[in-house]
Nanobody, 121 residues
């Protein structure tokens, strides 16, 4: 299983970005896919996930601003990020696991490379 994250960049506070995570599996709908982020000097932390049962989960810090979605036909999971704040600056990683919701980094079997998001004026 390979994951390819893309869509990061530099954006001003209040702006938007959409991250994509393309996954090389036959059926993405059998996986739970999560987004995590890691700022310099900090641990990697849960941001959002979309489960194989079509449920979405979010960290409190991004609720109401970020939206996770899945396109089964494209085997891709998206993270729409609106109302971005400087504290959202981090490397963002997508990960996948067989099974249900998981908030912990250790709960995910497969990881993509990071895509950098920088929120700055």
């Amino acid at each position: 299983v390979q994951l390819q994250a893309s869509g990061g960049g530099l954006v001003q506070p209040g702006g938007s970005l959409r991250l994509s995570c393309a996954i090389s599996v036959r059926t993405i709908s059998t996986y739970t896919v999560g987004w995590f982020r890691q700022a310099p000097g900090k641990e990697r932390a849960f941001v959002a996930s979309f489960t194989w049962t079509n449920s979405a989960y979010y960290a409190d810090s991004v609720k109401g601003r970020f939206t996770i979605s899945r396109d089964n036909a494209k085997n891709t999971v998206y993270l729409q990020m609106d109302s971005l704040k400087p504290e959202d600056t981090a490397a963002y990683y997508c990960a996948a696991r067989r099974g249900g919701q998981q908030y912990l980094v250790s709960g995910y079997e497969y990881w993509g490379q990071g895509t950098q998001v920088t929120v700055s004026s």
